[in-house]
């Protein structure tokens, strides 16, 4: 939008039709799309009512927002992290570069949890959630699966975000700030029914192959799991068992390249194990099922 006159007339349609090639010379490989998102957002439009406003002229406010926008995606910033929110299982979540922003494949995660809820004769399960990051699975499982849970994270940032979230949204979830199991305090459920988490399983060596969109915007510690990548899930190992209720489940995101790994570590109980695939029919979800008489 530069090396314009100072009368040039500036309209939805013809910011778009600038801004695609722009994106697309800057590397960002979603360029229409995230031009008419983030034009839909800067006009507090539905993306989809953009078009019946193609042609109206913009004012300088209004330039000036789109402006800013555009810059930021051009530089590779997210524009989750942009416009400051992300829907996930059809709610709203507020992100910020202090949470990992929440994708489609961990819908799968929460889909599977809630359908093992439902077949439990309990009153309220409960339910803990490891590494919460913005909140997204603790929050849908307090809302949809009516448990009571418990969310853990590291991060006090993220758990800001997180508690915000749940405001918004009207959920009760308890949060606790620590690492893993260690950061359930006293008074705290000593099992649980159910066990989450979408861990850090990215590794070290993978830093190379990564988008700029993920490597230099996202929180490193949500991503990275050590030289393996597996390092998360041995500290979950360590206490999973003994923190399920007989009966109980876990439900795991897990690195698609790297499920036999994965289950070799849990492989020190005797655990029933399942694996949920996402629509590109990888593996994308692990359940560990402790079975009633444990």
């Known amino acids: 939008m530069s090396g314009q006159g100072k009368n040039e007339v500036w309209t939805p349609l013809k910011i778009l039709q600038w801004a695609t090639p722009f994106l697309t010379q800057k590397g ?23 078009y019946l406003q193609f042609d109206r002229p913009l004012d300088p406010a209004e330039l000036a927002v789109i402006r800013d926008f555009l810059s930021r995606r051009s530089k590779h910033e997210p524009v989750a992290y942009i416009l400051g929110t992300r829907e996930f299982y059809g709610k709203p979540f507020k992100v910020t570069p202090d949470v990992l922003i929440p994708r489609p494949e961990t819908e799968h995660l929460v889909e599977g949890a809630l359908g093992f809820l439902k077949t439990l004769q309990v009153q309220e399960p409960k339910v803990l959630d490891l590494g919460v990051g913005s909140g997204c699975i603790s929050i849908c499982l307090a809302l949809e699966g009516k448990a009571e849970v418990f969310g853990v994270d590291l991060s006090k940032a993220a758990l800001k975000v997180a508690e915000e ?16 199991f260690s950061a359930l305090k006293e008074g705290d459920p000593a099992q649980f029914h159910l066990i989450v988490s979408n861990p850090p399983y990215i590794a070290e060596a993978e830093r190379g192959e990564m988008a700029p969109d993920i490597l230099d915007f996202e929180p490193q510690m949500a991503l990275f799991s050590g030289i393996s990548g597996l390092e998360a899930y041995e500290m979950i190992a360590k206490d999973l068992w003994q923190r399920l209720l ?38 994308r979800v692990l359940i560990l099922k402790k079975s009633s008489n444990s």
Do not use: M
């Open 246 to 283: 007989p009966g109980g489940r876990a439900y795991l995101e897990l690195h698609g390249t790297r499920l036999e790994a994965i289950q070799k570590v849990f492989g020190g109980q005797a655990w029933g194990l399942e694996v949920l695939p996402d629509l590109q029919q990888l593996p």
């Open 28 to 50: 960002i490989e979603s360029a229409r799309f995230d031009a008419e998102c983030l034009i839909a957002a800067a006009l507090k439009l539905d993306r989809l009512k953009v």
């Open 165 to 180: 979230n749940a405001q918004n949204l009207g959920a009760a979830v308890q949060w606790r700030e620590g690492s893993w």
